[in-house]
């Protein structure tokens, strides 16, 4: 639940923001006839994403179990990929995020595009719409309690879109560095777990035949219905018996990625005054 919640409130948030800002900017300048366009294209942008979700569900349910297996490796790695870019952009440009929306917002009104910003706010709802709904597919798969999984993603896409409403009203300012960092760890962890389920999916669909001997016994930590277990299995995906090729997968991802997102940057050295003469 608290896997598919950080996913939620991530994706959601981005797009959240976005809509948010290019509403606002609208609201300012009086267009209200854009700020409806608007609202049309980000609903007509989530039910294509929801139509997308279900026809990529549907799909997976009717091939047969070793196709399964091998489409279920597939999902799960290019869930890895998908969020692994957004985490690496993310960490470059949270700080200057909004500056740059609001910059391109007002770069299409100066040049009396409303359209633009149509376009900006639907793309980002389809972008991040199909992004959550590939990696909510593969972590379901991964996941024993499919429903525990649905609510945790309704309540951080609900959190996202109050935040959202909340940047759109001006009521709140968000530090989306920090609170993309904190996030962003959360996401790795859970996209480790991908990494990990991958192999072992890879293994049953006869792809990974090397690395297939257990090399941990969590037996004990991963009981069935404890908290230990919903945070080991669920958000950072290890099995009770993990094999070599699952911890060394989950190792090579997690490490360099978290390194990436926690490492603190240094900001630019400011130029030195100018000596008097």
């Not at 992004?131 to 993603?153: K, N, P």
């Amino acid at each position: 639940m608290l896997a598919t919640f950080v996913i939620g409130l991530r994706e959601g948030l981005e797009a959240a923001l976005v809509v948010g800002i290019v509403a606002a900017f609208l609201v300012q300048r009086g267009r209200p006839r854009a700020l409806r366009l608007v609202w049309a294209g980000v609903l007509l942008a989530a039910a294509l994403c929801l139509g997308a979700a279900a026809a990529l569900q549907a799909a997976t349910r009717q091939l047969p179990q070793r196709q399964q297996e091998q489409l279920e490796t597939v999902l799960a790695l290019v869930a890895v990929a998908m969020v692994t870019w957004m985490i690496v952009w993310m960490a470059r440009h949270a700080r200057t995020l909004r500056t740059e929306l609001e910059g391109a917002a007002s770069a299409a009104l100066a040049r009396g595009s409303a359209w633009a910003l149509v376009a900006m706010a639907f793309l980002a709802v389809l972008r991040e719409g199909l992004e959550t709904s590939v990696f909510l597919l593969a972590t379901y798969q991964a996941s024993a309690r499919h429903a525990d999984g649905a609510i945790g993603a309704s309540l951080g896409i609900a959190l996202a879109v109050v935040l959202g409403w909340l940047v759109y009203r001006g009521g709140v300012r968000l530090d989306l560095a920090r609170l993309f960092r904190v996030t962003g760890a959360l996401l790795v962890l859970v996209a480790a777990g991908l990494v990990m389920s991958a192999a072992h999916t890879a293994y049953e669909a006869g792809w990974l035949l090397a690395g297939q001997q257990q090399v941990l016994d969590l037996s004990a930590l991963v009981t069935p219905g404890t908290v230990r277990a919903a945070l080991l299995q669920g958000v950072l995906g290890w099995q009770p018996r993990p094999t070599l090729a699952e911890v060394t997968g989950w190792l090579l991802y997690a490490v360099p990625v978290l390194a990436l997102v926690l490492w603190p940057r240094r900001r630019a050295a400011a130029p030195a005054p100018a000596v008097p003469a």
